[in-house]
């Protein structure tokens, strides 16, 4: 079985130097949305940077999933599988039937060649309770419009369920292969796909049900072998993005599957921004009060505007364009409208609150070429310059100040598997008002208000508890969320600084500082912070709770990845209930939409609730810009995070902006290799 | 003093400079065929296809578009070196057989037949009417020399090759390959029957039987020709090609890229060069 190991081994490698892709059109989701025939995974897998949500049904399973093409040739997916007819807490009507969660990921790690076929490996739930536990290795083969698939997989396709690990991972086909080996069977099917838009599948499923015996729906369902392992569906898609499949499973029941997928950052509007068109009677103002009006008219804020007869210097405070590139482009492209011919050099530096994050420099022939269309984008790049390395020089007189701000935008927060009820949410808005009365200080308020809140739990708080109470908080339908003094400071190096006082957030109120230094051109992004605080009384929005105080104090750095789009974070210390270990984070970029996903590692010995010990705080989350939404640019960003909010391990101030996720998009590393007046995500008209 | 220093200016002058020095006869492109005033044309800065049908009258009632030939110095001069290329495997295959296989001689006689080929330069262009052209990526910029023809619209299919009489047959809507070998008398016994080339009359070149599947590159992934997506049509202007079956010869890419060099030879030096 080492043999397998190592036969596994190689062909991850081999898969470095396949090449084309062959998936296409049988990419359709399974029962429990990984990409399959209906019960098994074949070795597709789901188009890079597409994802999909849906829900399924043959009782008496119900999946409610979401699956992701993350990465080329690995996809992920998350579901929650509910049986029909258990109920998951007998005490609490509310909760329903009972629920799994489950995670599940496929590596294809050969793409289908000529004469080979495409090989993955399915990890299904390996994690937790592992109920619809299985690791397969399965092979598919496209003589289009057919798709064969022949598979191995052990656990539930295999001959006996795979125990719960707890608060670890499992992977028998790794960590002792010739148990995997002895206990896998085969699987397989054939789906035909006669047009792009309507398949049909024929299954043989290995699962025993029978013998699941972890399986809740086992004993209320399964208590005999079910009538047929032959199970049979019809795909049809309507639209591109939107799927039906109608199934016969198991040889005595109807199965439905319905899914949606998009492509991840394609907005729902085309973004479109109209250039800016200079009055013809403010062509007769100087140069400098020319460019400070064309900015002001793009977006720009805080508009500072010198040219000594040789270098033009601009700062703005870009206020609209999502991607700071952009933002320089936009500039460029009002200059190349103006006469660029005139200054010798140039120096944008955008700015926030007054804070130099991005400088540009290049030469104004260079950039009358490019605006002439003499020169490539590539080419101009060649002689232009990202930095943030700004020479230290006084800051120039603002025109176009804004000093308050606001914004109002929908907030919808779920509350997942509470035993009083599975899904409880909350709906409404939040909205913050912000004044930046001096260079890098800020007064921020921050009210939401949720005319829609279903949120409330059975639970009670923990040993130790820092968010396990967090429902005490959140059930409020109107609350302050923060009422916070920042200020943010930028010494040579460059070096960052912010520190913030006042009511941090819903649940904690305090002093919070931090430090962020960029290396390497911002490849690196290193840091340290900590904060002191006090919980917040949830009955009044202005007092403290007297019964303690807390402290937190991180090592923070980041890696940044942008040949694939990747930011890959540890935040190492001393956690809010005073637990010591680390947090890591991945964090992957699709044209301005931001998924992360965290784990964390913290010493749990101080918890003596049987809940908090041992436990590692994990989640996922989502940014996504408003952009998408509007047709037009925006700097403003929702983000959507799922992680359970009843422990209390690894937890950390919820603050309302930390430095790194401030320097992050304006850094040099970031920057394109070229610019080619078209948006960053890749859609734009 | 003038007058002769004019004099001087006119002729003489240019009898002294080095020949680089002198002035270079002004571009021109040339559009004949089914066009309003066809002749030739000084080029202009930046002239394109559209620019030039224009300038031309634009298309003459006749003007079958998807038949237009553009043929450029600059492409020829590529397509020698190809060809070149091309020969140089076959001489290889030729030497790989050795005398003794019973089809070196034909591979020999094919390679020479192919040595004295002359490319066409004709560049793939696709036109349409000329608004719809302008900024387009069809919209090709043009160069020195560039000679645009126009033909009117055809009514038949060429049929070339291993077969029993070839020449021009009427092409009828949705004309399968059977219909048509059938009325060129049929495949000679030597017809590489598998390997038929369709040459479209925009110059691309590809296999038209393909078997009962085949692998599509650009899909990556095996398709039932039954299936397939784009399955060539033969349309009127088209060219059929049967080659002969090359049999086992030292082709080091297999019969496959010996089909594929075929195609390419079609493309680059034209219908009815090809023994």
Same mark, same amino acid.
């Given at each position: 079985?080492r043999?397998?190991?190592?036969?596994?081994?190689?062909?991850?490698?081999?898969?470095?130097?396949?090449?084309?892709?062959?998936?296409?059109?049988?990419t359709?989701?399974?029962?429990?949305?990984?990409?399959?025939?209906?019960?098994?995974?074949?070795?597709?897998?789901?188009?890079?940077?597409?994802?999909r949500?849906?829900?399924?049904?043959?009782?008496?399973?119900?999946?409610?999933?979401?699956?992701?093409?993350?990465?080329?040739?690995?996809?992920?997916?998350?579901?929650?599988?509910?049986?029909?007819?258990?109920p998951?807490?007998?005490?609490?009507?509310?909760?329903?039937?009972?629920?799994?969660? &489950?995670?599940?990921?496929?590596?294809?790690?050969?793409?289908?060649?000529?004469?080979?076929? &495409?090989?993955?490996?399915a990890?299904?739930?390996?994690?937790?309770?592992?109920?619809?536990?299985?690791?397969?290795?399965?092979?598919?083969?496209q003589?289009?419009?057919?798709?064969?698939?022949?598979?191995l997989?052990?656990?539930?396709?295999?001959k006996?369920?795979?125990?719960?690990?707890?608060?670890?991972?499992?992977?028998?086909?790794?960590?002792?292969?010739k148990?995997w080996?002895?206990?896998?069977?085969?699987?397989?099917?054939?789906?035909?796909?006669? =047009?792009?838009?309507?398949?049909?599948? &024929?299954?043989?499923?290995?699962?025993?049900y029978?013998?699941?015996?972890?399986?809740?729906?086992?004993?209320?369902?399964?208590?005999?072998?079910?009538?047929?392992?032959?199970?049979?569906?019809?795909?049809?898609?309507?639209?591109?993005?939107?799927?039906?499949?109608?199934?016969?499973q198991?040889?005595?029941?109807?199965?439905?599957?319905?899914? /949606?997928?998009?492509?991840?950052?394609?907005?729902?509007?085309?973004?479109?921004?109209?250039?800016?068109?200079?009055?013809?009677?403010a062509?007769?103002?100087?140069?400098?009060?020319?460019?400070?009006?064309?900015?002001?008219?793009?977006?720009?804020?805080?508009?500072?505007?010198?040219?000594?007869?040789?270098?033009?210097?601009?700062e703005?405070?870009?206020?609209?364009?999502?991607?700071?590139?952009?933002?320089?482009e936009?500039?460029?492209?009002?200059?190349?409208?103006?006469?660029?011919a005139?200054?010798?050099?140039?120096?944008?530096?955008?700015?926030?609150?007054?804070?130099?994050?991005?400088?540009?420099?290049?030469?104004?022939?260079?950039?009358?070429?490019?605006?002439?269309?003499?020169?490539?984008?590539?080419?101009f790049?060649?002689?232009?310059?990202?930095t943030?390395?700004?020479?230290e020089?006084?800051?120039?007189?603002?025109?176009?100040?804004?000093?308050v701000d606001?914004? !109002?935008?929908?907030?919808?927060?779920?509350?997942?598997?509470?035993?009083?009820?599975?899904?409880?949410?909350?709906?409404?808005?939040?909205?913050?008002?912000?004044?930046?009365?001096?260079?890098?200080?800020?007064?921020?308020?921050? !009210?939401?208000?949720?005319?829609l809140?279903?949120?409330?739990?059975?639970?009670?708080?923990?040993?130790?508890?820092?968010?396990?109470?967090?429902?005490?908080?959140?059930?409020?339908?109107?609350?302050?969320?923060?009422?916070?003094a920042?200020?943010?400071?930028?010494?040579?190096?460059? /070096?960052?600084?912010?520190?913030?006082a006042?009511?941090?957030?819903?649940?904690?109120?305090?002093?919070?500082?931090?430090?962020?230094?960029?290396?390497?051109?911002?490849?690196?992004? &290193?840091?340290?912070g900590?904060?002191?605080?006090?919980?917040?009384?949830?009955?009044?929005?202005?007092?403290?709770?007297?019964?303690?105080e807390?402290?937190?104090?991180?090592?923070?750095?980041?890696?940044?990845?942008?040949e694939?789009?990747?930011?890959?974070d540890?935040?190492?210390?001393?956690?809010l209930?005073?637990?010591?270990?680390?947090?890591? =984070?991945?964090?992957?970029?699709?044209?301005?939409?931001?998924?992360?996903?965290?784990y964390?590692?913290?010493?749990?010995?101080?918890?003596?609730?049987?809940?908090?010990?041992?436990?590692?705080?994990?989640?996922?989350? /989502?940014?996504?810009?408003?952009?998408?939404?509007?047709?037009?640019?925006?700097?403003?960003a929702?983000?959507?995070?799922?992680?359970?909010?009843?422990?209390?391990?690894?937890?950390?101030?919820?603050r309302?902006?930390?430095?790194?996720?401030?320097?992050?998009?304006?850094?040099?590393?970031?920057?394109?290799g070229h610019?080619?007046?078209?948006d960053?995500?890749?859609?734009?008209? | 003093?003038?007058?002769?220093?004019?004099?001087l200016?006119?002729?003489?002058?240019p009898?002294?400079?080095?020949?680089?020095?002198?002035?270079?006869?002004?571009?021109?492109?040339?559009?004949?065929?089914?066009?309003?005033?066809?002749?030739?044309?000084?080029?202009?800065?930046?002239?394109t296809?559209?620019?030039?049908?224009?300038?031309?009258?634009?298309?003459?009632?006749?003007?079958?578009?998807?038949?237009?030939?553009?043929?450029?110095?600059?492409?020829?001069?590529?397509?020698?070196?190809?060809?070149?290329? @091309?020969?140089?495997?076959?001489?290889?295959?030729?030497?790989?057989?050795?005398?003794?296989?019973?089809?070196?001689?034909?591979?020999?006689?094919?390679?020479?037949?192919?040595?004295?080929?002359?490319?066409?330069?004709?560049?793939?262009?696709?036109?349409?009417?000329?608004?719809?052209? @302008?900024?387009?990526?069809?919209?090709?910029?043009?160069?020195?020399?560039?000679?645009?023809?126009?033909?009117?619209?055809?009514?038949?299919?060429?049929?070339?090759?291993?077969?029993?009489?070839?020449?021009?047959?009427?092409?009828?809507?949705?004309?399968r390959?059977?219909?048509?070998?059938?009325?060129?008398?049929?495949?000679?016994?030597?017809?590489?029957?598998?390997?038929?080339?369709?040459?479209?009359?925009?110059?691309t070149?590809?296999?038209?039987?393909?078997?009962?599947?085949?692998w599509n590159?650009?899909?990556?992934?095996?398709?039932?020709?039954?299936?397939?997506?784009?399955?060539?049509?033969?349309?009127?202007?088209?060219?059929?090609?049967?080659?002969?079956?090359?049999?086992?010869?030292?082709w080091?890419?297999?019969?496959?890229?010996?089909?594929?060099?075929?195609?390419?030879?079609?493309?680059?030096?034209?219908?009815?060069?090809?023994?």
């Amino acid at each position: 079985m080492r043999t397998l190991a190592a036969l596994l081994a190689c062909l991850s490698l081999l898969a470095v130097a396949s090449a084309s892709a062959g998936d296409a059109p049988f990419t359709f989701p399974s029962n429990s949305g990984l990409t399959g025939l209906l019960e098994t995974p074949t070795a597709r897998v789901m188009e890079t940077n597409r994802y999909r949500v849906g829900v399924g049904m043959a009782d008496p399973y119900r999946w409610y999933y979401g699956a992701i093409g993350i990465f080329p040739r690995i996809e992920a997916a998350g579901r929650v599988t509910e049986v029909g007819g258990v109920p998951g807490f007998s005490e609490f009507g509310g909760y329903g039937d009972t629920k799994d969660k &489950a995670v599940d990921f496929k590596f294809q790690f050969l793409r289908e060649g000529k004469y080979t076929p &495409a090989l993955a490996l399915a990890v299904l739930d390996p994690h937790g309770t592992r109920i619809y536990s299985s690791q397969a290795i399965v092979a598919s083969k496209q003589i289009f419009p057919f798709d064969f698939t022949l598979g191995l997989g052990n656990g539930r396709l295999g001959k006996r369920p795979l125990p719960s690990t707890g608060e670890n991972f499992g992977l028998e086909i790794f960590t002792d292969p010739k148990e995997w080996w002895g206990d896998a069977s085969l699987f397989g099917g054939i789906q035909f796909a006669p =047009t792009e838009r309507l398949a049909l599948v &024929a299954e043989y499923s290995p699962v025993a049900y029978h013998k699941q015996t972890t399986d809740p729906a086992r004993d209320a369902h399964f208590r005999e072998p079910v009538p047929s392992r032959l199970n049979f569906g019809l795909r049809w898609k309507p639209l591109r993005w939107a799927e039906i499949d109608l199934s016969w499973q198991r040889g005595e029941q109807f199965g439905v599957n319905l899914s /949606v997928a998009f492509d991840i950052g394609k907005p729902i509007l085309p973004i479109h921004d109209p250039p800016y068109r200079e009055p013809a009677k403010a062509r007769a103002s100087p140069f400098e009060d020319r460019v400070t009006e064309a900015l002001a008219g793009s977006g720009f804020r805080d508009v500072g505007v010198s040219f000594d007869g040789v270098t033009l210097r601009i700062e703005a405070r870009n206020d609209r364009w999502f991607f700071p590139e952009r933002a320089v482009e936009v500039i460029l492209e009002i200059l190349s409208g103006m006469e660029p011919a005139r200054f010798e050099y140039l120096q944008i530096v955008l700015t926030e609150e007054g804070i130099p994050l991005l400088g540009f420099a290049t030469t104004g022939h260079g950039l009358s070429g490019y605006g002439a269309g003499k020169i490539p984008g590539e080419r101009f790049r060649e002689f232009s310059r990202f930095t943030m390395e700004l020479a230290e020089a006084p800051p120039l007189p603002v025109r176009h100040r804004r000093i308050v701000d606001w914004d !109002l935008r929908p907030s919808f927060e779920t509350f997942l598997n509470d035993p009083s009820g599975f899904f409880k949410y909350r709906l409404g808005a939040s909205g913050q008002l912000r004044a930046t009365p001096w260079r890098g200080g800020t007064l921020l308020l921050g !009210l939401e208000g949720y005319p829609l809140n279903t949120v409330s739990t059975v639970n009670v708080p923990l040993s130790n508890p820092v968010r396990s109470d967090i429902v005490l908080y959140k059930k409020e339908r109107i609350a302050m969320g923060r009422l916070l003094a920042e200020q943010v400071v930028r010494a040579p190096g460059p /070096v960052f600084g912010r520190i913030s006082a006042g009511y941090l957030e819903v649940m904690y109120a305090g002093v919070d500082a931090e430090t962020a230094v960029p290396l390497f051109d911002g490849r690196i992004l &290193a840091g340290a912070g900590g904060s002191y605080l006090r919980k917040r009384d949830p009955d009044n929005p202005f007092r403290l709770r007297n019964d303690r105080e807390y402290h937190t104090l991180f090592l923070n750095g980041r890696l940044n990845l942008p040949e694939l789009d990747l930011m890959l974070d540890v935040k190492g210390g001393r956690f809010l209930a005073g637990d010591l270990g680390a947090r890591f =984070t991945v964090s992957k970029r699709v044209r301005g939409v931001v998924l992360s996903a965290w784990y964390s590692v913290t010493d749990t010995s101080n918890f003596t609730d049987p809940f908090n010990r041992g436990y590692h705080d994990k989640g996922i989350a /989502v940014e996504i810009p408003i952009r998408l939404f509007l047709g037009r640019d925006s700097r403003t960003a929702y983000r959507i995070a799922l992680s359970p909010w009843t422990r209390d391990a690894g937890q950390d101030l919820d603050r309302h902006r930390a430095l790194f996720d401030q320097i992050g998009p304006n850094l040099p590393v970031r920057m394109p290799g070229h610019l080619d007046r078209k948006d960053p995500s890749g859609y734009t008209e | 003093m003038n007058r002769l220093l004019r004099i001087l200016l006119i002729f003489a002058l240019p009898a002294v400079l080095p020949a680089g020095a002198q002035s270079a006869p002004n571009p021109v492109v040339q559009i004949r065929g089914e066009i309003s005033r066809p002749g030739a044309y000084e080029l202009r800065k930046g002239e394109t296809l559209s620019s030039l049908i224009l300038r031309a009258g634009g298309y003459a009632d006749n003007a079958w578009l998807p038949g237009a030939v553009l043929l450029r110095k600059t492409e020829r001069a590529r397509q020698e070196e190809e060809l070149a290329g @091309i020969v140089k495997r076959l001489e290889a295959a030729v030497r790989e057989d050795g005398p003794w296989e019973p089809q070196h001689d034909r591979m020999r006689r094919f390679a020479d037949s192919v040595r004295h080929l002359a490319p066409s330069g004709r560049v793939p262009v696709r036109l349409s009417l000329v608004r719809l052209m @302008i900024h387009s990526p069809q919209d090709l910029p043009l160069e020195d020399g560039d000679d645009l023809f126009l033909p009117s619209a055809p009514r038949t299919v060429r049929v070339l090759g291993a077969l029993r009489d070839p020449g021009e047959y009427p092409a009828s809507p949705g004309a399968r390959l059977p219909e048509i070998v059938a009325a060129a008398g049929g495949f000679l016994p030597e017809a590489d029957r598998d390997g038929t080339i369709l040459l479209k009359a925009d110059g691309t070149a590809g296999r038209l039987s393909e078997g009962w599947a085949a692998w599509n590159e650009a899909l990556g992934r095996w398709e039932l020709s039954l299936f397939r997506k784009n399955r060539p049509r033969i349309e009127a202007g088209d060219t059929l090609f049967v080659p002969r079956d090359p049999g086992r010869s030292g082709w080091t890419g297999g019969i496959e890229d010996y089909r594929r060099m075929l195609a390419r030879i079609l493309e680059i030096a034209g219908p009815g060069t090809l023994p």
